[in-house]
């Protein structure tokens, strides 16, 4: 299936590993001109070159260091990635998790820095880019959230907050700029194979007295299909709204979950 992106310019935040690194790949599997960016250095390193082996040129894929929490950091990162690899017609923002914890926990220290991380950071990425979209009449923003959208999770108190304002924005902005052929939307994973799916569940588990694995175990029981997601899975669905044949889906918050939300 042609999903008519070849040579488009995809920006892909917190890239260096998980679903960002999984999303990065398939772009360039697409054709796509693919920015990756990430604030540790050296797990950039080995995610270019791996993004480089799905390519269709080496020179398609770079990588950037970045400060998410930073604004002038990402003013930067917009303005290199423009000069290198040409308008960016696809943003993918994607951030860390905050820490896991319950209201009590939750200082105002950690709310402003879960705020810049996960809220501040699609913001600013978004103003940084819309302009060039607008420019050429097409675009496509897809935020990597949470499925905390329609169902919180016990003991991520500051992810539940913060997210939820972004899926806000995001569906506001979808109707503001659905006349320059821009889509937004959001997708929201359940628990899936990642550094962070880990760090939760050990937070769990030491909090219950048993293994990591036994808490993963646990987790995957609860899902219908039996286990968490491999970061491929949402990673296909946001190259697909990342795609032409998208074009008529925004403002949509979408669950990659195996079935676990209750939710219709």
Known sequence: MDLGIKDRTALVAASA????????????MEGCKVAICDLDKDSLSGAEL??????????????????????????????SVSEDLGTISILINNSGGPPPGPFDSATDDKWESA??????????????????????????????????????????????G??????????????EIAEYGVTVNNICPGPTSTDRAIQL??????????????????TASKIPVGRLAEPDEPAALAVFLASDLARYIT??????????????
């Open 201 to 218: 569940a050990g937070a769990r588990a030491e909090k219950k007295g048993i293994s990591v694995d036994e808490e993963l175990a646990i």
């Open 251 to 264: 403002g949509r918050s979408i669950l990659v979950d195996g079935g676990a939300v209750g939710a219709l």
């Open 17 to 28: 590993n998980g679903l960002g690194l999984a999303t990065a790949i398939r772009l360039a």
């Open 162 to 175: 913060v997210r939820l304002a972004v899926g806000g924005m995001a569906k506001t902005l979808s109707n």
């Open 50 to 79: 791996e993004v480089k082996k799905h390519a269709l040129t080496e020179n398609h894929v770079r990588s950037y260091q970045v400060d998410l929490r930073d604004n002038e950091s990402i003013t930067g990162l917009i303005k």
């Open 115 to 160: 705020f810049e991380l996960v809220f501040l950071s699609a913001v600013r990425l978004i103003r940084a880019s819309l302009p060039g979209m607008k420019e050429q009449n097409w675009g496509r923003i897809i935020n990597f959230t949470s499925k905390t959208l329609t169902e919180p999770v016990p003991n991520l108190m500051l992810s539940n």
